[in-house]
């Protein structure tokens, strides 16, 4: 079992920046590729970026592209969501989440991923 902790959530502004850090305690990271999903209410959840184990490849969801950036230090066992020109829509739950095995580069399903943070919440305002 592999636990997951979110942190860097709150309140920010529409145009602010927010930067989400995930780490899972006890776990070297560098085995897993990482995502980052979000869940607004009465929505389901949704992708919203994933990185490679060597964090060399990327994938975001268009909604967040060029606005949103996803790193990894597995030496600090750390994976980050940089978060800038927020939205009011960007208003959601954000998960963390740790996949074993292999995908295809263009996955963005919530079911290739094994491990799940609690989630924290993000709010923007207008």
């Known amino acids: 079992q592999v636990q997951l902790v979110e942190s860097g959530g709150g309140l920010a502004q529409a145009g602010g920046s927010l930067r989400l850090s995930c780490t899972a305690p006890g776990r070297t990271i560098s085995n897993y590729r990482l995502g980052w999903f979000r869940q607004a209410p009465g929505k389901e959840r949704e992708f919203v970026a994933r990185i490679s184990r060597s964090g060399g490849t990327t994938l975001y969801d268009d909604s967040v592209k060029g606005r949103f950036t996803i790193s990894r230090d597995n030496a600090m066992n750390t994976v980050y969501l940089q978060m800038n020109s927020l939205k009011p829509e960007d208003t959601a739950v954000y998960y963390c989440?740790?996949?074993?095995?292999?995908?295809?580069?263009?996955?963005?399903?919530?079911?290739?991923?094994?491990?799940w943070g609690p989630g924290t919440q993000v709010t923007v305002s207008s």
């Open positions: 989440a740790a996949g074993t095995g292999a995908v295809s580069l263009s996955s963005r399903s919530a079911r290739e991923y094994d491990y």
